[in-house]
């Protein structure tokens, strides 16, 4: 789970700030934009909710992620990504000689109803 926050903060880094602006001119709208948000959002969900053991156990909802306060991180990204369409990657896994595939499904609905990562991401 640490390389959410290593890439989290990456993102900050000059020359991964100037690739990942040149991303959104070559790649479908939402296949760029999507993966700094994602990262940051995965990585708060593990930083301020370290209680689950697995991936398939993380779960998420509105009432939880604003326990504190509304309106921070993990908050913002469902509110602006829920309901989209699903967000689709591939990439050339170099080792096995393929490419790999793998999408983003957003949760169809940010309430109080619980957000299973593992329905997210797999």
Avoid at 32 to 37: D, F, L, R, T
Avoid at 38 to 65: C, G, M, Q, Y
Avoid at 76 to 84: G, P, S, T
């Amino acid at each position: 789970m640490n390389i959410f926050a290593v890439y989290s903060e990456l993102l900050a880094y000059e020359p991964f700030k100037c690739v990942i602006e040149a991303l959104k001119t070559q790649r479908p709208p939402m296949g760029s934009e999507i993966g700094g948000p994602l990262f940051k959002f995965v990585r708060n969900i593990f930083a301020h909710f370290p209680v689950f053991e697995t991936w398939d156990e993380v779960w998420v909802s509105k009432e939880l992620v604003n326990w504190q306060k509304e309106g921070l991180t993990i908050d913002r990204f469902l509110k602006k990504y829920a309901d989209q369409d699903k967000v689709k990657y591939r990439f050339w896994e170099a080792d096995k000689e393929r490419m790999a595939y793998m999408s983003v499904h957003f949760p169809r609905d940010y309430g109080n109803n619980k957000i299973h990562l593992k329905n997210m991401i797999k």
